[in-house]
Structures are given as C-alpha cells and as structure tokens.
C-alpha cells in the first residue's frame, strides 16, 4: 500500500504541471471503487480551476474553485499526469483532464477513492479525528509520549493508529522502530520518555530518508510521472525475513502483528 511518502511524492508530482490549470472533462470507465464515485462528477468538475494540491494522512486533497476532490491510491494504486491522448489499460479507471492534459487513476484491487467535498476538511469523517502529521511541527515526542500512554497495544500498531500520528504504515513503522531499537511487540504504554523521543525522531528520520529516495515502489507504486521510487534498497528490516541484519548481522525475523507481517532483528531491537 502506498504509504505517506509515496502520497507526498505523488502530490509533489501533480502540483506542478497542474495547478492553476482548469478542469475541462471527467471520464469515469469503473465508479465501483471502495466507495463510489460521486455519479455527477463529470458535471460539477469541469470549468473549475485547481488552486492548490494538499495532502492529509494518505490523502490527497485537490483544491478546486467550489470544493476538494479526495483521493486515495487504497492498497495498489497509483495516479500519473499523461497527455490526453494516451490510451487508457483495464485498470484506469477515473481521468480528470485538463485541456491536453489527464491526471489518470490506475487502480487495480480498486480500493481507492475519489470523492468531492464541500465545506472544510475537518467536517469529511474521512479526515476528522485524525492525528498529527509526522513531518509536521504538532508532531512532538511530548505528544507521542502522551497519546502512547493510553495504549495497551503493541507499540508497531501503536505508531499505525492515525489518532496517534498518521500516515505511519507497515513498511515505515518496521523500519522507524529499528531505527530506535525498539522491539515492535513491546507494549505502547511502557514506552519511557527517552524511548518516546528517540522514536520520535527515527519516524521523522525514515520518512524524510523515504522522500529523498523517492519513496517505495514494491509492486505497483510509481511518480506521477512514472518513475519508481528507490527507498526500498534501503530498508534495514522490511521483506528481509531470514536475511543478515545490516547492522548486526542477526537473521532478520518476521512475526504477525495485527495480520500484517512485521520485521525485527532481536539482537538490534531488545
């Protein structure tokens, strides 16, 4: 699933060949994503100017004249700006064109999103409730320390929870608690304040190491300009069940957490 970094990037990648440029169709070939499609799209987009492309958590936020288009890339997706005439595959399923220009969503398990949303962000329940941005100045080891104290999970699926901090999914989570040493199964609430400050800043370190690589490309994540991300040559946990710790040299070790698969070396991570 693409995580925070590869939405920042793709955000990055939209924004600037298309900003301040106007909406001129929509083609919508599959509205059965995880939730529909708005049916009227096609007639409330065009003639609307895009203002400004934000993100909160993993969505992407396109700001136009009278609303917001939400989007999400769900577990396989992925958005690329192409010129108009470049003919759609099976699983491209929403363009949003602009002149000579289409931003085009490739989805294909289909658990993404476009949605529209009039009114501020906080009013969507896709958006309310969630917690800091981790590269954000509210994201703060005090707060971190504070939020975890009231959890009697797993620290892995603590960091995951977007009421804690968002945008942390399972790839970076693996590699941020390396980064701090600390054992992804130990309790969240036992977490001290030193422990708390260091993984605070390793979740800052590993994001920010993400976007410089470009973020992850695993299976079907590119820019939107196509290119790959390269962050994944990278990891010192994450999909390396079994091989040599880059640090210790420790096999590598790989549990179920939460149903998802979770990576730690246990000479490195105590």
């Known amino acids: 699933m693409p995580e925070l970094p590869e939405v920042e990037v793709t955000r990055r990648g939209i924004a600037a060949p ?3 440029r106007v909406a001129t169709a929509v083609t919508l070939r599959n509205a059965r994503l995880r939730w529909p499609v708005p049916a009227d799209l096609p007639a409330t987009l065009p003639g609307q100017t895009l203002r400004d492309v934000d993100r909160r958590a993993k969505y992407l936020l396109l700001r136009f004249d009278r ?8 577990m396989s997706g992925s958005l690329r700006v192409l010129d108009r005439d470049v003919p759609a595959g099976t699983h491209d399923h929403v363009d949003i064109v602009f002149g000579d220009r289409v931003l085009r969503l490739r989805d294909p398990r289909r658990f993404g999103a476009v ?12 958006l309310a409730g969630l917690g800091p941005e981790p590269l954000g100045e509210d994201f703060s080891a005090a707060g971190l320390h504070a939020a975890l104290t009231r959890r ?11 009421a804690v901090v968002v945008g942390v999914g399972n790839i970076y989570a ?3 608690l390396f980064r701090a040493r600390l054992r992804p199964g130990m309790a969240a ?28 490309t695993l299976r079907d994540f590119m820019h939107a300009d196509g290119e790959p991300g390269y962050f994944q040559q990278s990891y010192f946990v994450y999909g390396r069940d079994g091989q040599p710790c880059r640090v210790c040299g420790t096999a590598v070790r790989n549990r179920r957490m939460g149903g998802r698969s979770t990576f730690f070396c246990p000479t490195c991570q105590r």
């Open 18 to 20: 298309l900003t301040g």
């Open 67 to 74: 609303g917001t288009l939400i989007l999400h890339l769900g």
């Open 115 to 126: 949605l529209w949303h009039e009114g501020a962000d906080a009013t969507h329940p896709l």
């Open 152 to 162: 009697q999970c797993a620290i892995k699926l603590a960091i995951m929870d977007s």
């Open 174 to 176: 693996s590699e941020s």
């Open 189 to 216: 609430r036992r977490l001290t304040r030193p422990q708390c400050a260091r993984l605070h800043d390793e979740i800052r370190a590993t994001l920010r190491d993400a976007l410089d690589a470009g973020g992850s």
